[in-house]
């Protein structure tokens, strides 16, 4: 098989290291659209395609119709994924022979995964320019580091449910005696600054390995922080190649929604509801059309969903569970984790029916406790109606984790069919669907 998508996305998660890289991946992938600052007034005109980027980790890309519109079709997914950030001051030594680096736990992540693989470090660095400040993204690009495992011999009970210490066992090794002294430099080198002009940083590490299309049939793709990279990357795919329909197109890619999404460029902060409601404005419109427009809304909260689980199926609801390449996953929760309920269920439907998409639905087994996404976080500032999805994935929360190949296709697909329909709103619980696309 071909899989020319899921190369694709194989390639976009290879540039994207950190949430920074993924934003500046897809800047790149957006070089048709307009660049906008939130620090600027806006001059945007109907039939425009425009980005506006936060923190350099979140963006927000739209595309407006020629004519006056009464409505926005957003997608939401997520920039960053569980990892160990490094810590300001990095460099530790051991017993005068070796130099390990200073981390923490970023999100929930499975820690046994980090283990005896190659790792590297990349973010961004701030250093000295002038009387000011600029921001440099970097990527040590080379096996920099490992986490290496106790013997078995010194911890016989590795295999029976050891819990590591995030202050103790996951510092990795970056180098012996002599490399003591060389992290910062290092940094700087690759930020092309003095070391005494670097005066800040963001840094994680990232797995090297990466990733493979495998299997028989060449029926999966592994790649690290596929949640939600594959999200992120079928929202972009799909808002470029969507038509030009009565609606306004918004893909939103937020950073920080491993943990909890509570930051100036995290779903649960005013970026959605400022860009919107600065759309309108920018375009003569009134307060009172910011309210109506949002009322006719409609958004896609995309992060991804459990597979059922080949060594263990009794984790998933027997009824209401996933499977790799089966298509979209339409996921639900009665106390709203998931934001999907009847209506905004049925209105996806339909479109994917009419675009020839397999959907399926995930529930959690009803005594395990599921996560949230951004949906409901971002649904607590601007009020329109939601649908959770994903693609059902394993090993969640791993450095390197596993999907459906096919599904990548399913997705892309999928979004690009709801951002060329139009969703006009007859009233609650009342909709017309139509093809919105005028050109292309």
Known sequence: MEHANAKKLIEFIRQSPTCFHAIDTIKKELKDFTPLREQEKWTIKPGGKYYVARNQSSIIAFTLPKAPFSAFQLIASHSDSPAFKIKENAETSVRGKYVQLDTERYGGMIMSSWFDRPLSVAGRALVRDGQGVRTVLVNLDQDMAVIPNVAIHMNREINNGYKYNA????????????????????????????????????????????????????????????????????????????????????????????????????????????????ILLSLGRSEEDYYTVLANSFMLSADNAHAVHPNHPEFSDPLNCTYMNEGIVVKFNANQKYTTDGVSEAVFH???????????????????????????????????????????????????????????????????????????????????????????
């Open 350 to 440: 339909h479109i994917c029916e009419k675009a020839g998409v397999p959907v399926q639905h995930y529930a959690n087994r009803s005594d395990m406790a599921g996560g949230g996404t951004l949906g409901n976080i971002s649904g607590s500032h601007i009020s329109i109606n939601t649908l959770d999805i994903g693609l059902a994935q394993l090993a969640m929360h791993s450095c390197y984790e596993t999907a459906g190949a096919r599904d990548v296709d399913y997705m892309i697909e999928g979004m690009r069919a709801f951002y060329d329909t139009d969703i006009e709103s007859l009233g609650d619980g009342s909709y017309r669907l139509t093809d919105g696309v005028t050109s292309c």
């Open 167 to 278: 202050a103790v066992d996951t510092y990795p090794l970056w180098g012996t005696e002599s490399a003591k002294d060389t992290f910062r430099a290092r940094i700087a080198e690759a930020a092309g600054a003095e070391e005494k002009d670097l005066l800040g940083a963001d840094l994680f590490l990232y797995n090297r390995m990466e990733g493979r299309i495998w299997g028989v049939k060449e029926e999966f793709v592994s790649a690290p922080r596929l949640d939600d990279l594959e999200c992120a990357f079928a929202s972009v795919e799909a808002l470029k190649a969507a038509g030009e329909g009565k609606h306004a197109n918004v893909c939103c890619v937020f950073d920080n929604e491993e943990v909890g999404s509570t930051t100036k460029q995290g779903a649960d902060s005013t970026f959605l509801s400022d860009v919107l409601r600065r």
